[in-house]
């Protein structure tokens, strides 16, 4: 591929760069921390960046998106980087949300959600995981009943739903049928985050923050006119949402965490002050991070090319997703060390905490949206043509299972 702009990439990012300058105090600064911390000012950079025309590039247009292509999405993505623009509040229901919803939803779910999620009207939060399934994610045990009047009514928890604090709406994978393979019971749902009998009890995490939480559902009544796609077929939505979701977190070749030009400029404030051996082990480190960086980025531009090409997303997602964790991880646990002795306090003495906050926060990034084991797995037997990991589960009916899929 050309990595230079052509003449119409060049005046799209010409025109973000623009807006971004001619608004960057509304559109408020990149930090080590997303924007949970302060969601009016949150949703408010975002709305400022959806009148812009810069949120949801590739979506239809109908639905509030440009119609762009991937391309201008990345960039936009670069740019706001470049500015330190934080990111939009709302990258879940962006990324993993809106996308199953285009794919599965019906027109009336498209017209209502739609456009909201995109202007972070509404935040949108995604509920899979529950305590004995999360990388065997098909043995989910809550349920979902239908009564004569066709509502659903929904009993059963869910763990590790990161926003559930601050969300008004969710995507539900729930268990509709026990008595076939777990992977044939299955339907989702939109879910009302407001609705009587859910309860979000926040979950500390070691960074101090709580972005993960339990959800608990307690007969919670759900319209059947929430449901996405058909009864039972749950899977195959929720195959839409984990595409979305691993190319979202590592397909367009963008950095997870702060990045590795961070990494960079906080090596060129800290090298000076470490001994000749030391100096030569950490230029060595910073080397392995930039080339990892590069690697994941080109990565990620070769997934962009061929989605520009009108081809599907590929094996590339999940190895961007898996090689973006593991770098990210290794980058922040660098930078760390080269505080020296400042690394085991909370802040350094002038106040900063961007790296110790990414070490604590980062290993939750290898755990969404498939674990970095799952993501091996995957890539052993879909790309590799490795045997299948032995699944003694696979086809019995959920019911005469134990609850995590142990035999």
Known sequence: MDFDDTPDEAAWRESVRSFITAHRDELGHRGARNGRDD???AKASQACMFDGGFVGVTWPVEYGGQGGTPMQQAIVDQEMARAGVPSL?????????????????????KQRYLQRLLRSDDIWCQLFSEPASGSDLAALRTKAVQDDNGDWHVTGQKVWTTGAQIADYGILLTRTNPDVAKHKGLTMFVVDMHA??????????????ADFNEVFFDDVVIPDSERLGDVDNGWRV?????????LSLGGGGTDIGVGIDAV???????????SS????????ELGRAYVASLGIRYTG????????RGESPGPEASAGKLAGTV????????AVRLLGQEGVFARTADGSDTWQHLEAVLPGMAIAGGTDQVLRNVLGERVLGLPTEPRSDKNAPVKSAPAGGQQ
Not at 89 to 109: E, F, K, R
Request: glycine share 8%.
């Open 39 to 41: 969601v009016p000012a």
């Open 277 to 284: 051996d030391q100096q030569a082990l950490a230029r060595q």
């Open 238 to 246: 929720a195959l839409t949402t984990l595409m979305s979701e691993r």
């Open 301 to 308: 531009y070769r997934q962009l090319s061929a989605i520009s």
């Open 327 to 334: 770098a990210s991880r290794a980058m922040a646990s660098y």
């Open 264 to 274: 960079i400029e906080h090596s060129a404030n800290r090298l000076s002050s470490l």
């Open 89 to 109: 509040i709302n990258l879940i229901g962006i990324g993993m949300c809106g996308p199953t919803v285009i794919a599965h939803g019906s027109d009336d779910q």
């Open 196 to 209: 009587p009998g859910v309860t979000v009890r926040p979950l500390r995490q070691m960074s101090g923050g």
